[in-house]
Structures are given as structure tokens and as C-alpha cells.
């Protein structure tokens, strides 16, 4: 019997006609598993992605709804819609997390939005009996947009320290410094200084010792630029020169009963001549003297005489039957006049200038400015210790590689034209249009000027500048105090540099604040994660 089965197995053993059958019977489960693993991650995989996209689109709602000034959990009431809206096919998710949190040092300026949809798989629950669950997770950053505005620029567009704080100054104003530099330090502090002007907006970095939790700090922002980049200062050809003059005072009396003594010199039509004898006759357009020189301490009253006086007329006599003209001269000798008034001239010392275009404007004396526009070619505008220099509706325009240097103990009262003074033919004779453009302009460096490298203020506390500094050429170092009147003391230049014991607590009137405009950037909404 035993032999028998052994037989029998080993003939079923070399049997092979059913070989095909046995391998498709062993490889059905797999065949099955893959083709029901395949349908759910297709499944799975159009979960998620509809999921993300729809937690992206409500990131970026709710932070949108943030930038447009949303209030209280309205960003959350607008990320919810989006979320919703995006949703076809996962229509079971749960209830989703929308909140604000810090992003990149920032506080409160992202918005993440996460939920989680649970539901079974046609294969994976018949093999587990468990469903799946499926999540989503986006973040979206957003900053709000500004326009900013300064009344310290500086407009260099890569160098480094474009401003340069330090020293022991001391600057206190509300409206806000810009550099255009793009360099990884655009705006350095050094020393003790304070500089507390309600914001800092650079294209580059910002030293950090400015985060002193007073100032806004905006470093490598975009879209920052030169507010006054596409202005032409103006012309004025006429040459004029700066001139200082000595005081002076005349007196000059008016006089009555004047009494003359002369001697006649007669000239006849046939050219004779001859001295008349006997008292001379009155002339009949003889010029007597009313005006005379006297000094400080004539009065009226006095009798005065002048000598060596000359009177001219004419005189009709008849001789030898006929009449005949003569020339007649008087030559006074001496003239006796009593003082009736006294007129005082005084011509005060200094310098007078008129505008137009200058070599030099160096002040060397106390100097009164007509109102119009200054052009300075070549030269400087160069104002000495203790000299007064009075410009009441003035603008400079620096050229060919003119400078700025005001002294300490100088004093100064400059303010820049207005829009009526700009127009008037008597000053600026400017169209509408250029003194629309150009009003407030105090200092104007010509772009096509080769710059300066010493221009240089060093303030006093009796000074008073009134307007915009210009200098997109030039370093400017400021270096003391300035007293503004009706608006910011505007300085835009290459470079800017505040040291030493420089005090601006009164750079800018009332509220601080100036209409400067230095660009800046849009509302942005990006997704991080």
C-alpha cells in the first residue's frame, strides 16, 4: 500500500498541464491588493490635493482680509468662505484652525490655516477596518503697504553709511529719515548719539542699534526713491558780483536870501569881450544855488558861504543905435545863504546782492538778499562766523561744482521762495508749473554738477532755514542747531552726515511731520508654507 501512494505521488509530480492555473491562483491576492491599493491612493492622493489647494486660498484670504484692515476674527470669517468654496469632493472635513501667528520675527503677520477630513478607503477599510485621515496645513505671510515720507534723504544709491549718525547729537523730530542705498549698511550710528525720528526706511540694512523700541525700523525695502529726481533748476544769466560797502551820511541844506558877489564877464555877438564895469546886472536865467553841502552840525538858521560859485545867463543891452545880445557870466565869488532846511542821506554799510549768476558768494559783511534766484557758478556760498546774511524768499543754485559751507556763530535767517514769489516777474519769473514744482526749494545742487565735498552747516541757535537742501551730488555734514518757522528744514543730499553736537529738536514746526514723499511699497500677501 505504501508503495502504491509512493507511486502515485511521483507520477503527480511530473505532471505539468496544470501549472499555469496554480501560479494564477498564487498571484490573485497580490493581483487584487494592488489594483484595490491603486484605487485608494488615487482616492487619497484627490483628498489632499483638493484640501491644500483649498487651505492655501483661505491662508491667503484671511491674510488679504488682514492688509485690507480687517477687524477682530473677520479674517477668520473670510478664510472660512475661501476654504469652503474650494471644497467639492471632501465634504466631510472637520471643523478647521485659522489663526494669526509670528512669522520671521515678525508679530502676528501670518495667518495658517489647518483641518484634517477622516473617511474610508473601499479596500484599505476591508482590510483594516479603519478609516484614513487626511490633512492640510498653509501659512501665508503678509505685510501691509506705505508710503513713506522724510525730511532726511539721502539719495546715494549704494553707498555705505548714506546716513551717518553719531557723535553726542541729538535729533528729535517726527519726520522720519530714508536712505536710497541699497548697501548692506546704509544707515550706521556711532557714539552716543540719539536719533529719534519716528521711522528709518532704507533700501539696505539698518544698524541694529537704531532698535531702540522708539523708532520704526523698515530696512531693504523697495520702490524707494528720489523725490525731487526729475526737477530743472532754474537759470538767471544776468552777471552780477558780491560787493560789501562802507556806511555813509550826507546833510544837504536848503537855502534862502542868497546874496551873491561876482565879477562879469561880457561876450558880444561879434565875439568881444569885457569885463562890465560897475554893479553887475541881475541876470534874467542865471541858476543860483538852493542845495549846498554842510555838515552834521549846521542848523537851521545858520548863515553859511560857499565860495568860487558860477552863474550863466544872458542880458539884451543897446549900444551905437542898435540893439545887440551878449553872453554874460557871473563869477561869484562868494555866496551868503541862510539855512531854511537840512535833508539827511544815509547809506548803510554792507552788502546789497541782486539776483543772478555769481563766481563766488563769499559773505564778508552783514548782507540783505532781494528776493529771486541765485546761481552760484563754480564758486561757493561761503557765510563767516558772526556775519548776518538775511535771505527772506531766496533760492541758491549750485553749479559746475559749487558748495555750501555756513559757519558756526553765523546768523542766518534764509527761507526759500514761495509759490506767489516764484511767479512774480520782479523775483522768480517762473511759470506756474516750475513754481508748482520748485516752491520750498531752498538749496538746489544742479545733477550735472561735479558735487562738493566740503559742504557743511554748523548751526547756531539764532539760525533759521526755512526750506529744502538739495545736494544729490554732495555730502553734507551737519554739525550744530537750526530754528525752522512753517515747515520742515528739508535735506536731501548724497550723503548725510549728523555729528558732533548737533541739536534738531526744532527741525520741523507743529506736528513734526512733513509732505516729502520717498515712494515705497504695496500691500503683499505671499505663501511660506
Excluded at 529719534?196 to 523700541?213: K, L, P, Q, T, Y
Aim: aromatic share 6%.
Amino acid at each position: 500500500m505504501l508503495s502504491k501512494f509512493y507511486r502515485t505521488m511521483s507520477r503527480l509530480a511530473r505532471q505539468k498541464s496544470g501549472n499555469a492555473t496554480l501560479l494564477v491562483a498564487a498571484g490573485m491576492p497580490a493581483l487584487i491588493g494592488a489594483a484595490g491599493l491603486g484605487v485608494d491612493t488615487a482616492q487619497w492622493y484627490m483628498w489632499k490635493r483638493e484640501m491644500q489647494y483649498a487651505a492655501d486660498q483661505a491662508a491667503l484670504a484671511g491674510a488679504w482680509a488682514l492688509v485690507g484692515g480687517a477687524s477682530g476674527d473677520g479674517y477668520v470669517t473670510r478664510a472660512t468662505q475661501e476654504l469652503n468654496s474650494n471644497l467639492s469632493q471632501v465634504t466631510f472635513a472637520g471643523t478647521p484652525s485659522i489663526a494669526k501667528v509670528d512669522w520671521n520675527g515678525g508679530t502676528g503677520n501670518s495667518v495658517v490655516v489647518s483641518f484634517a477630513a477622516t473617511k474610508s478607503l473601499p479596500f484599505s477599510s476591508f482590510l483594516t477596518s479603519k478609516p484614513v485621515t487626511v490633512s492640510a496645513r498653509a501659512q501665508a505671510v503678509y505685510q501691509q503697504g506705505r508710503a513713506f515720507t522724510s525730511c532726511l534723504i539721502a539719495v546715494d544709491p549704494t553707498t555705505r553709511g548714506a546716513i551717518t549718525i553719531g557723535g553726542n547729537a541729538y535729533v528729535v523730530a517726527g519726520c522720519g529719515a530714508a536712505a536710497l542705498s541699497d548697501n548692506a549698511q546704509s544707515v550706521v550710528k556711532n557714539g552716543n548719539a540719539v536719533f529719534d525720528v519716528g521711522w528709518i526706511v532704507s533700501e539696505g540694512g539698518i544698524d541694529s542699534a537704531f532698535n531702540d523700541g522708539k523708532t520704526q525700523i523698515y530696512a531693504n525695502q523697495a520702490n524707494l526713491s528720489d523725490p525731487f529726481a526729475g526737477l530743472t533748476p532754474p537759470t538767471n544769466p544776468t552777471p552780477q558780483s558780491l560787493t560789501c560797502v562802507t556806511p555813509s551820511t550826507t546833510y544837504t541844506a536848503t537855502v534862502s536870501t542868497v546874496t551873491t558877489t561876482s565879477s562879469q564877464l561880457m561876450t558880444s555877438s561879434n565875439g568881444n569881450k569885457w569885463t562890465a564895469s560897475g554893479s553887475p546886472k541881475p541876470l534874467t536865467s542865471a541858476t543860483q544855488p538852493s542845495n549846498i553841502s554842510v555838515t552834521k552840525t549846521a542848523n537851521v538858521g545858520d548863515v553859511i558861504t560857499n565860495s568860487s560859485t558860477s552863474a550863466t545867463g544872458t542880458v539884451t543891452t543897446t549900444g551905437s543905435g542898435k540893439s545887440l545880445t551878449y553872453s554874460r557870466t557871473d563869477i561869484v565869488t562868494a555866496v551868503v545863504a541862510t539855512i531854511q532846511s537840512i535833508a539827511v542821506t544815509s547809506t548803510p554799510g554792507g552788502a546789497y546782492p541782486q539776483p543772478g549768476t555769481y563766481t563766488d558768494f563769499t559773505i564778508k559783511c552783514d548782507t540783505t538778499m532781494a528776493k529771486g534766484v541765485y546761481v552760484i557758478n563754480g564758486g561757493s556760498v561761503s557765510i563767516n562766523a558772526q556775519n548776518k546774511l538775511v535771505g527772506d524768499g531766496v533760492m541758491f543754485v549750485l553749479t559746475n561744482g559749487a558748495g555750501i559751507t555756513i559757519n558756526g556763530g553765523s546768523n542766518v535767517m534764509l527761507r526759500a521762495m514761495n509759490y506767489d514769489e516764484m511767479v512774480d516777474p520782479k523775483a522768480g519769473a517762473m511759470t506756474p508749473t516750475q513754481a508748482t514744482q520748485l516752491k520750498d526749494m531752498l538749496v538746489f545742487e544742479d545733477r550735472n554738477s561735479s558735487g562738493s565735498t566740503g559742504d557743511k552747516i554748523n548751526g547756531t541757535s539764532g539760525m533759521v532755514i526755512d526750506g529744502t537742501v538739495y545736494l544729490p551730488k554732495s555730502t553734507l555734514t551737519f554739525d550744530g542747531t537750526t530754528n525752522v518757522v512753517t515747515r520742515c528744514f528739508v535735506i536731501a543730499a548724497a550723503q548725510i552726515i549728523i555729528q558732533g553736537t548737533a541739536n534738531m529738536t526744532r527741525f520741523c514746526p507743529g506736528d513734526g511731520t512733513t509732505t516729502i514723499s520717498v515712494g515705497g511699497t504695496g500691500n503683499s500677501v505671499k505663501l511660506v508654507a
